[in-house]
């Protein structure tokens, strides 16, 4: 046995091992890299927007270069922080938690991964290019006229947008047919991790959205170079056309994000409050129901477009209706922490915050959804508030969460308690003194994505930069910290936390290199 | 697909197949939305 697990520690080394590499641990780690490495790059850009706002009128950058920075973050970080530590995430635990040895389609694994890289320097390549218009500018939400008349940097966009929804599609394909074909025997679907179901269903979703977003930006193409006129109204289009194209990609897109986030703190919660889930079969079904209704809630997103009035009231209805399952899954977490043996290591203070403040992004997001009240709030910074308490203190909050409660498994150490409780209070602190007084802007009238505003706003701006520049550079001591934690440090437990269950704390912390070769037995 | 009975995991050829079969079905869906979106922009 010694012989034979030395045996299948081999593996290349130097850079092969990382270019070549089929190794689910591997590619997780390759994921996660370059996650955080993209979490400063996005970062810098969220940094330059506030510094930008720190006083009303123009001191650090031009407006077009400003839009470009709005774009370029959003893009960034949707596109190169959240989803790829979620994928890294899935890569590491998913054959762990099934008791698989690895991804069920290795080689196109890899691909997956290596396409990531190239599609973020296409992209990001373009904000060397001022002479011909630099980085796209028209939002994320790249809406014509202006996306259409934009610089080459939107072309540079669509080609990195098709290369990421190859990446993505074919890495959605990978985790679909690994929980479907690669489980324990014994190991049936509805005795899955949690994490693993939700992996399963944003699986689905990618499937189902990204290659809508690539038509989109296949029919934007043919409009910029090849004489088509999808989005042009004097051609006989409709720039409309492209938003509900956009956003039947775009809503599902923000459950994608969410999901595995959902997942992350169904594993961490009852970790550390020693208690099983609390309603594991309704958080299935909850997980289920908002992917579902994702689909049918896109048009909330353009309640001032000019719709009928039967159409706004449904996406109010349908996009309400998503706070029952939510609340199901909020209720669920709070009944699991009742009565139960709680410890705050860090990974639960981020869980913990992860509930508290993502309720806050979902009940604002109830207050967008009310369509006459829309129309007051719609591109204001009230929108921008919501979004972020939904994408940071929820996703974000929920893959620093996570990168803490696996790193001892996934180094074999564990990491500085003290750092890491200061990286959760300066993130906390920072995050809800930037995005907090954002609400009052917006309700107030600021409008969205510009880099002037009116006197009246400045105080408020200025809260929010402060606190923008404080949750900024708490990340630097977060990268401290795992790069620390990798490097040594005491030696993690197989289980690695008291209350931790699953068949990944069956393995020694770290795992060797081909775990599960022989599947366990589930009872 | 239920889990399959297996010794090792990384010599099955079954398993392989299944996984393919699996992977060519998903992508064909995929595929199948992308045409589609295009069409209806059409």
Redesign the interface.
Known sequence: MAHAQAHHDEHPTGISRWLFTTNHKDIGTLYLILSLIMFFVGGAMALVIRAELWQPGLQIVDPHFFNQMTTMHALVMVFGVVMPAFVGFANWQIPMMLG???M??PR?NNWSFWILPFAFTLLGSTLFMQAQGGAPSAGWTLYPPLSVQGGMGTDFAILSIHMLGISS?LG???I??TI?????????LMKMPLFVWTWLITAYLL??????F???V??LLTDRHFGTH?FDAAGGGDPV?WQH?FWFFGHPEVYILILPAFGVASQIIPTFARKPLFGYESMVYASASIAFLSFIVWAHHMFTVGMPASGELFFMYATMLIAVPTGVKVFNWVSTMWRGSMTFETPMLFAVAFVFLFTIGGLSGLMLAIAPADFQYHDTYFVVAHFHYVLVSGAIFAILGGTYYWLPKWTGHMYNETLGKWHFWLTAIGFNLAFFPQHFLGLAGMPRRIPDYALQFTEFNQWSTVGAFILGFAQLLFAYVVWQTAKGGQKATSRVWEGAEGLEWTLPSPPPY?S????PKIK | ??????????RNAA?AR???R??LI??A??????????W??V
């Open positions: 698989a040895p690895d069920a389609l196109m599609v959605a394909i990978n679909v047919v479907l074909n690669m489980r324990a025997p014994g190991l049936t499937l189902a959205v990204m290659p809508v690539a038509g989109a296949t029919m999808f056309l194209v081909h599960f070769a022989t599947p | 697909m239920p889990a399959m009975a297996r010794t090792d995991n990384t398993l299944a996984n393919l699996t992977a998903l992508g869906i995929a595929l199948g939305f992308f045409l589609y979106s295009l209806r922009g």
